[in-house]
């Protein structure tokens, strides 16, 4: 049965209820569940959307929606085909292969393969869930996070729908047909994109719920679901300079230390950052003042050096934390289905962030310990949360089990800060976390790539995650620079990464450096904060002198750039747009564009190729064709859609600015 409530098309057939309804401009929201009733919309990915009025027409066993550029049609078998309503091309269309559903398509199939499969989830109202998609030659397939792998066209890949350390799982996928789709479900599962299907599945949900906009070209795409999803606030100043990071600053002293070198070096920095253990006991979200003793003179002294303080907090809850116990009282932990929920990092476990009253409770916490002292920028690491072997299936929280909801966590924990720190007036808010879902952005999240390798392998693998993340909405990303696990001061083979690390971030969205450096130094304490090692220094001028003088010449390149890149985050808050972008997102109309996956745009006009493999001293370039090519380093000029071999010697990586713009960067 076909018919429609308002502007919804609705269908009933047997067990099945149907929901198709337009949801932002050109785009229209799925839903369909075995339940009596469509559930009450739930805070998920999608914001409230304006009321439209679309074009309905019930024809029989047939019907049709259309919202803008983007039609839906119903066919008798309950088929879903996507197409542009101006010119019936096709975008997407489910994958039926069942001889009983799918004779209105011309053709049998003893196969008896549904498009959306309903499993039981035995003893629950849950159902494992299953929506397959026709596979289309030739397709490609970008953004849905970031993902440890140096592939940037998604097609042909197997994904895994949960968070992870260094993985952030952001379903959302850009399609070069024009379409882009939005898997609106926060449960663990897969998503394939393979030559023959494309299936996404979720192991435990109540409905199906997903999101389909069409567009002409990539920006358009972006700007509907950023519109519909939320989209980044306007970058504080300080966040486009440069950010002094390792593991760890282990008192006071040492940070104003090095920060007071910096100046004193004439060294640009906006950002210092004090990292893990600076508390007595996980969950107590305070300094040990036997390290940190005068947490106001140390901001006050850094705020007139123009710096920035951020410091660490971490969900993880000691059984010796002060706080614990009331925690616990108040069911503000996570539970576990069997055995203890104690996981990580000794005898810890993870406040259940999904609930309101732990993040009323944390932030009042943070207020008087950090905020009170004049800390505004928090590092909200362990977001993924990072259980013990990822038992998905053992933890529980107060918004269901991590099966069903558990992606969330990393967005209802930047909701935390960004809601505390709107509270107490603050108006220009970002929170670096380690992991993020669709809607994270909207609370100011900064995600970095996580606790990666040191190496040009996982260089490759970063390039391709922070420009998925971008396509995926997820606009402010950032990397440990040299990454983060095996850099050896001492190793000349780790210096030549840390330095093409440090030109590919000077044109990230967040230029930070970090890591956990070898050797290692000891504990210098035998309790609390002073009880945990500390990595090997990681300043520039920690690695001699050619090292330092490259970091140099990037950290004055990246504050040249800092005015055109305040301009790139604003037009990044108003419409949505990747701060760094493949390079079919500014030239879609160049075929040749869609095919190279080792350069990338910041913003609409600089062109940056990286160098991304060992001993490499030049690169083949190509310059999208309708423009002509500045050279950054030499002003030489080149016409677009050419490809050509370019010198890259140690302290350069080949960058072109469209011609006739931003000629202040050769100021």
Known sequence: ???????????????????????????LRVRATRGNALLANEDFALLPAAPIEPEIAINGTRASIVNGKLRCDVTPSGKLRFTRADTGEALLEEYDRNRFRAEDEGFNSALEICPRTFTPVQGTDNYRLEVRFEANRGEKLYGMGQYQQDTLDLKGCILELAQRNSQASVPFVLSNRGYGLLWNNPAVGKAVFGKNLTEWTAESTRQLDYWITAGDEPAEILESYTAAAGRAPLMPAYGTGFWQCKLRYQTQEELLSIAREYKRRGLPISVIVIDYFHWPHQGDWRFDPEYWPDPDAMVKELKEMGIELMVSVWPTVEAKSENYEELRERGLLTRSEHGSRMTHLGNACFADLTNPETRAYIWHKLRENYYKHGIRVFWLDEAEPEF??????????????????GNLYPREYAK??????????????????????????????????????????????????????????????????GGFHGGDIRDPAFHECLVRWFEFGAFCPVMRLHGDREPHKAPIGASGGGSTPSGAENEVWSYGDEVYEICKKYLFLREKLRPYLETVMRETHETGAPVIRPLFFNFPGDAAAWDVEDEFFLGGDVLVCPVLYENQRERRVYLPEGSLWKSLWDGSVREGGESFLCPAPLDEIPVFVREGTRDELFA
């Open 1 to 27: 049965m076909l018919y429609t409530e308002g502007s919804r098309l609705l269908r009933r057939y047997d067990e099945e209820l149907l929901c198709i309804e337009p949801w932002g401009r050109n785009s």
């Open 388 to 405: 013990t072997r990822y038992d998905y299936s053992q933890y529980r929280y107060w918004r269901g089990s991590d099966l069903e909801i």
């Open 416 to 481: 935390m800060a960004y809601e505390g720190l709107r509270a107490e007036g603050e108006e220009e808010i970002m929170s670096l976390a380690r992991c993020a879902w669709a809607g994270s952005q909207r609370y100011g999240a900064l995600v970095w790539s996580g606790d990666i390798d040191s190496s040009f392998l996982s260089l490759r693998n970063q390039f391709a995650a922070g420009l998925n993340m971008g396509i995926a909405g997820i606009p402010w990303w950032t990397t440990d620079i």
